[in-house]
Every structure is written in structure tokens, then in C-alpha cells.
């Protein structure tokens, strides 16, 4: 930069520099004001602010079968519900929101 700033000179022209700020990690918020609603077989998850995203998520009771987990898609805060859904017939339980 040096050499190009003395040549630049030499030759009677002018030069800008313009040097770019360094940034650091984006600033996130963790979705809050979180509500979580379920229906038989399946629970929906919605977080009214922040930022950051969310997923509904749930442990399905199978009948005659292991129990299982199931997660929502994960989705920004304030865009809309994140739902994990069970087997049609399995049980949702132990279930929540979770936040990133």
C-alpha cells in the first residue's frame, strides 16, 4: 500500500483509500415471549420477538414401541409456528420450545 500510495504521488495524481471496519459476530437475540400449545399427537411452538430462531420439539409415546423424539423446523423469531409432529396415533409428551 505504501508503493502504491508514493507512486501515485510521484505521478501527481491523488489516491482514496477506504478501509473496511472490522466486524465482529452478529449481535443475536434470543427469541422470547415463547408460547407452546399441543394437540394429541402433535405441539406447536411461537416466540413473538428477538432475533434468533426456535423449534418446537417433543418425546412421542409409541405404543408397543421405544418412545421417540421429534423436532419442529427451526424458524425466526416472529415468522410463524415451528410444529413437531408424532406418529398419528403416538402421544406427545415432555415437550417445550427450544432456542438458538
Known amino acids: ?3 502504491l500510495f508514493a ?3 510521484f505521478a501527481g495524481g491523488t489516491t482514496a483509500t477506504a478501509v ?3 466486524t465482529g459476530p452478529t449481535v ?5 415471549n415463547c408460547t407452546v400449545s399441543t394437540l394429541y399427537s402433535s405441539v406447536s411452538a411461537y416466540c413473538a420477538n428477538g432475533t434468533g430462531e426456535y423449534r418446537a420439539y417433543t418425546r412421542c409415546d409409541a405404543t408397543l414401541w421405544p418412545d421417540y423424539n421429534r423436532y419442529g ?4 423469531a416472529g415468522s410463524g409456528p415451528s410444529t413437531a409432529y408424532c406418529e398419528d396415533i403416538d ?3 415432555n415437550y417445550g420450545v427450544q432456542v438458538r
Open 28 to 32: 443475536v437475540a434470543a427469541p422470547s
Open 91 to 93: 402421544r406427545a409428551f
Open 20 to 22: 473496511a471496519a472490522p
Open 1 to 3: 500500500m505504501t508503493a
Open 7 to 9: 507512486a501515485a504521488a
Open 73 to 76: 423446523p427451526w424458524t425466526r
